[in-house]
């Protein structure tokens, strides 16, 4: 959720980046950048099909049971279909939410820090569709699909059980390894979910 775009593109348009490192496999591709002295460890999703969902949803969940359950994560988290803002709340319990990504049907969706900064979550999602889809008679949307959270590990474990969640995605943690100090990027996956699971 955190990231914008493919990984190549976000640094291919970074002038600032001086790209570390670039692992690719059959469902991801990992870049490793420093800008502006920070070093970023950013996970794309290659999903083209039920099979590449999958497989991408088993090797997120191995990284995410590999971890010391004290530990403490930020993860991406998609949902298995769009789901109230109490509902989000209830599931996310326990942890931190910093964003919401909501679906809106037909007028595209978007993504939004937590808690609002300004009125309720409805009112910030409506002021969002208006400034940034030019959208000035929005009324409703169809739900959030996806949060990023941070908690600790034995949370974000539990989470991953629930119902209406599809995955808890933690990203490319084996690379703190090598770069102890670097922030974990990745993005959700609810588009590819729509796609190739529903």
Do not use: W
């Not at 794309?44 to 590999?66: C, F, T, W």
């Not at 599809?166 to 084996?174: N, Q, R, S, W």
């Amino acid at each position: 959720m955190t990231a914008k775009g493919s990984a190549v593109n976000t640094t291919e348009n970074c002038a600032q980046c001086n790209v570390l490192k670039q692992i690719e496999s059959d469902v991801e591709q990992t870049v490793v950048f420093e800008k502006r002295g920070k070093i970023v460890i950013l996970t794309e999703p290659r999903i083209e099909n039920m099979e590449d969902l999958l497989a991408y949803k088993s090797q997120a969940m191995h990284r995410l049971n590999s971890l010391p359950p004290e530990s403490f994560q930020t993860a991406s988290v998609t949902f298995i279909g769009p789901l109230t803002i109490e509902e989000v709340e209830k599931i996310l319990d326990g942890v931190d939410i910093r964003r919401l990504r909501f679906v809106s049907k037909p007028f595209g969706g978007g993504e939004l820090s937590y808690p609002p900064v300004t009125g309720n979550m409805e009112q910030s999602v409506t002021k969002y569709m208006i400034e940034h889809n030019g959208i000035d008679d929005f009324r409703l949307i169809e739900g959030y699909v996806a949060a990023e959270i941070q908690g600790a590990t034995a949370v974000l474990q539990s989470i991953q059980k629930k119902a209406h969640v599809f995955l808890v995605d933690v990203g490319a943690i084996e690379m703190h390894k090598e770069y102890r100090e670097a922030t974990i990027m990745v993005d959700d996956i609810y588009y590819r979910y729509e796609k190739y699971a529903q």
